[in-house]
């Protein structure tokens, strides 16, 4: 493959990257926070008050803004996007030993939390035009594989009932929820949504969040909003809503000095101290929003004169937050993804591979999967690159 060293130069596509980042730096992390409004008042406010833990006017406040921002009648505020999954899929009634859809290309929390109910994964290829989870092949796929039995989808091979699919909206790309809740609805399978990197996201011009019973959100430290540690499960259906409410936090009956809990019950509830840092990041949100898609359109203006490679963009039907900007390497460019990422962090520019995909982690190996060609492609050609909101304009 000679013509590669012709078509793909790694100093090339470093410029390239170089010339859409602030002049004054000298290095570039991956995706860093940014507290850069009310962050510092309202913590200090938290230790003034004493309202550090999880009671307190900042997680009601956290909650409400997001229902505002996302349209989504329920938000609840939780420790963290991976517990937030782990009380999605519980109220989903996925039980020991059932099986449950999720991506292949995603991040392992995706896995992890169908693993803490005693489910098990069963790993689903990815599309080209969403990164995401591929509604028609996973279509195809339980056409082959499942059966339907009392109403519910049974995976032939395994004996295992498919109770869930988590499809994962990946680097900020809405996956098409309209096509997979087709397949959720014709098979009975229940649908979650692993929004944790599509906060500002918005998928057929609604935020995303909408597509299935309940969906989940992070603000772990690299996301597009922080409060250190957190998460929050979001949903339209009022009931489960309150449900999950009382389950995330002990499952105490009210009572002014009874302890009596009608549930198995979590520790879940976002405190709020984290709460009042997500309140202030949460201002910021449309301007962070400006910012990532200013920076967005400049590396896709400088990759489209960048041979060898080319820079994502987001589906037609979807308004992207390019939490994470993404190049994607021709083919034939493909096996100097490593040089390339050598070479770009010698040169203190950031940047990574996608996770490794679930079925090569060795817990997962084992694990039902359809073939996953697509998913195994994007591997070997995605590379992120810095994405910080500080770096781009406000315009
Ligand atoms: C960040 C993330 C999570 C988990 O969130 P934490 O808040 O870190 O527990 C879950 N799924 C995906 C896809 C994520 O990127």
Redesign the pocket.
């Known amino acids: 493959m000679e013509h590669v060293a012709d078509t793909f130069d790694l100093a090339e596509v470093s410029s390239a990257i170089r010339g859409c980042l602030p002049k004054d730096r000298a290095s570039f992390e991956l995706h860093e926070p940014w507290f850069n409004g009310n962050e510092k008042r309202y913590v200090d406010e938290c230790i003034e008050t004493g309202w550090v833990s999880s009671l307190g006017k900042f997680v009601d406040t956290l909650e409400r803004k997001l229902e505002e921002f996302t349209g989504v009648q329920k938000a609840f505020a939780l420790v963290?996007?991976?517990?937030a999954?782990h009380m999605a899929l519980k109220m989903t009634d996925v039980d020991f030993n059932d099986e449950v859809l999720v991506p292949d290309l995603?991040?392992v929390?995706?896995a992890n939390a169908v693993s803490y109910c005693g489910a098990i994964p069963h790993f689903v290829d990815s599309e080209t035009r969403t990164l995401g989870m591929d509604a028609a092949k996973l279509e195809g796929w339980l056409a082959e594989i499942s059966q339907m039995k009392n109403g519910a989808c049974f995976n032939k091979k395994t004996g295992r009932r498919i109770q869930a699919m988590v499809p994962?909206h990946t680097f900020g790309h809405p996956v098409d929820m309209d096509a997979l809740a087709i397949v959720g609805r014709k098979y009975n399978i229940a649908l979650i949504e692993?929004a944790?990197?599509s906060l500002g996201s918005f998928y057929k011009g609604k935020h995303t969040g909408h597509g299935g019973r309940l969906a989940?959100l992070?603000?772990?430290g690299n996301?597009i909003c922080s409060t250190g540690?957190?998460?929050a499960i979001l949903t339209n259906d009022a009931s489960l809503g309150q449900l999950t409410k009382h389950i995330a936090t002990t499952a105490k009956l009210p009572h002014p000095w009874a302890f009596e809990h009608d549930h198995i019950g979590y520790n879940y509830r976002m405190p709020n101290i984290n709460a009042a840092l997500g309140v202030a990041q949460l201002e910021q949100l449309p301007d962070f929003l400006k910012r990532k898609r200013a920076l967005a359109m400049r590396y896709r203006e400088a990759f489209s004169k960048v041979s060898g490679v080319r820079f994502f963009e987001e589906p037609d039907f979807a308004k992207s937050n390019y939490w994470l900007n993404v190049i994607l390497l021709d083919e034939e460019a493909k096996e100097k993804r490593d040089d390339l990422l050598n070479f770009l962090v010698s040169q203190g520019i950031k940047a990574r591979p996608a996770w490794k995909l679930m079925h090569k982690l060795a817990m997962y190996q084992d694990c039902p999967r359809m073939d996953v060609s697509v998913a195994e492609n994007l591997e070997a050609r995605l590379v992120n690159i810095p994405s910080s909101a500080f770096l781009g304009d406000e315009s």
Do not use: E, P, Y
């Open positions: 963290n996007g991976t517990s999954l995603t991040f929390a995706t994962m692993d944790a990197q989940i992070s603000f772990n996301k540690g957190g998460g």
